[in-house]
C-alpha cells in the first residue's frame, strides 16, 4: 500500500515529505484503504480547493482488470449523480494507475462520530435509503456503505464516499442488513443514550434478517419516531415509545407495522367510586325490599342480605366503569392520521388486515378490552371484520 511519506513513480516531493500527483495534487492523510485502492485527503493546486484521491494500490497496477475496474466506476459515477454520495470531479492516469478526484471528505468517519442522537440515527438511515432507492431505479452497483466510508458533517450532512471497486450487487434484505449495521453503528452506546430503547431493537432485528427491503426498516423507524412524538406532546399518559414486539411472538413485525400512526383521544371519564357505592346500596335495598315483600325467608346458614352485599355492589361498579357498546354505530375520527389501522386483535401486536379513513362509519360488536396501553373494539365497515382503537373514533 502506497504512503503519503513514500511517494511512489510519477509523484515529486514537495517540501520535506509532502508527495504530489501529477504535479499537481498534494497528498495529505490516508482516509481509505484496502487491497485494490488508497484514498487520501489532497489539496488541488490548479483550483486551490480541497479534494479526494482514490488511486488503484501499486501491487495492482500489473492486472489490467483492476485498473480497468477503477475507471469504469467513474464513467458510471459521471453519468449520474447519487444522492449523498460525494462527486466525482476527474480521472487521471500515473505510471498505469488511475486516480480518481472526489469531493473533499465532509467529515469525520460513522464509527469516530457516533454516537448519534436517535433523530440524527434516522435522517441517517433515511438518507442511505434514498441513495439505496436511486442506485436501483438507476440500474447502478451500490457504493460500499461502511462506518468507514459514511462521514458525517458538522451540519448533520450525510456523505458516502463510494472507496473501492464495484462490488457484487445485493439483495433487497442484504442492503437492510447492511443499514442495520449502520443504525447499530450510530447507536452506539453513550452517556446519554439508552442501550434498550425501540430504535436499537429495530437495528438489531435488521441485522438478523427481519426486514426484506429497506424500505419496511425505515417505515418501523418512521413510526417509532412519530409515536414518540405523540406521546411527548398528545398524551404524556401514553409510554412514549411504541414497543417492538418479540421475534418469537411477532415475527411479521415488517408488515405489522406502517408509517401510520395509530391515533390516541382523551380517555372516557370514570364514576367516582362514592357514586358506585351509593347505587350499590341502593340495588341492595331493592331486592331485600322485593323478597320481604314476597314473603320469602333468609336461609338460617346464608342470610340474603349479607349475600347481597357481597355481591351486588361488585357488580354495579363493573357495570358502570365499563359501558356497554356492542351493537353501537361509530364514525372513524382519527385525530393524528387521515386513517385507522384495523388488525386482526386486540394489541399492537396483531397483523393490520385493513385501513378505514376518516369517515367510515362503522358498527362496534364489542365491548372494550385494554392491551398495550389503548381500548380496543371490534368493528364491521364494508366487509371488513377486525378491531381498532376506540380513541379513534366517535358516536355518528
Known amino acids: 500500500m502506497g504512503s503519503p511519506h513514500q511517494p511512489n513513480p510519477g509523484q515529486q516531493v514537495v517540501g520535506s515529505c509532502m508527495p504530489t500527483l501529477t504535479d499537481r495534487y498534494e497528498l495529505a492523510d490516508v482516509v481509505y484503504s484496502d487491497d485494490a485502492v488508497v484514498a487520501y485527503q489532497a489539496h488541488d493546486r490548479l483550483l486551490n480547493r480541497a479534494v479526494t484521491i482514490e488511486l488503484l494500490q501499486a501491487q495492482r497496477a500489473s492486472d489490467p482488470r483492476y485498473a480497468q475496474r477503477l475507471v469504469d466506476k467513474a464513467r458510471a459515477a459521471a453519468l449520474t449523480n447519487l444522492p449523498s454520495v460525494a462527486a466525482l470531479y476527474d480521472q487521471h492516469m500515473v505510471d498505469g494507475r488511475p486516480f480518481l478526484v472526489l469531493e473533499e471528505v465532509a467529515g469525520p468517519a460513522l464509527s ?26 438507476r440500474q447502478q452497483l451500490l457504493p460500499h456503505i461502511t462506518e468507514q466510508t459514511v462521514r458525517i458533517g458538522a451540519d448533520g450532512r450525510v456523505q458516502v464516499l463510494d472507496f473501492g471497486l464495484a462490488q457484487a450487487p445485493l439483495s433487497p434484505a442484504q442492503i437492510s442488513a447492511q443499514l442495520g449495521r449502520i443504525l447499530s453503528i450510530a447507536m452506539a452506546s453513550g452517556d446519554e443514550i439508552p442501550t434498550n430503547t425501540p430504535v436499537r431493537r429495530i437495528a438489531e432485528r435488521a441485522l438478523a434478517g427481519h426486514y426484506a427491503t429497506p424500505d419496511d426498516l425505515l417505515a418501523d423507524l418512521r413510526a417509532v419516531e412519530e409515536h414518540a412524538k405523540q406521546a411527548t406532546t398528545v398524551l404524556p399518559r401514553i409510554p412514549p415509545t411504541m414497543p417492538v414486539p418479540d421475534d418469537d411472538a411477532q415475527p411479521q413485525a415488517t408488515t405489522a407495522w406502517t408509517t401510520e400512526t395509530e391515533p390516541v383521544g382523551p380517555r372516557r371519564r370514570r364514576l367516582p367510586l362514592g357514586l358506585l357505592l351509593r347505587a350499590g346500596g341502593v340495588l341492595l335495598l331493592l331486592l331485600v325490599g322485593g323478597m320481604l315483600f314476597r314473603g320469602g325467608e333468609a336461609s338460617p346458614t346464608a342470610p340474603a342480605g349479607s349475600a347481597a352485599t357481597n355481591a351486588q355492589p361488585s357488580a354495579a361498579a363493573t357495570a358502570a366503569a365499563a359501558p356497554v357498546l356492542s351493537g353501537e354505530r361509530y364514525i372513524v375520527a382519527a385525530r393524528n392520521s387521515r386513517t385507522v389501522r384495523v388488525r386482526s386483535g386486540p394489541g399492537i401486536s396483531s397483523p393490520q388486515i385493513a385501513s378505514l379513513a376518516n369517515g367510515t362509519a362503522v358498527q362496534v360488536v364489542s365491548d372494550p378490552q385494554p392491551a398495550d396501553g389503548y381500548r380496543w373494539v371490534r368493528i364491521i365497515a364494508d366487509g371488513v371484520d377486525g378491531w381498532c382503537i376506540l380513541e379513534a373514533l366517535r358516536k355518528g
Not at 462520530?113 to 439505496?132: E, F, K, M, W
Request: hydrophobic share 60%; proline share 4%; no cysteine.
Open 112 to 137: 469516530k462520530a457516533a454516537p448519534l442522537a436517535t433523530d440524527q440515527a434516522v435522517a441517517l438511515v433515511a438518507a442511505l435509503s434514498d441513495t439505496v432507492k436511486a442506485a436501483q431505479q
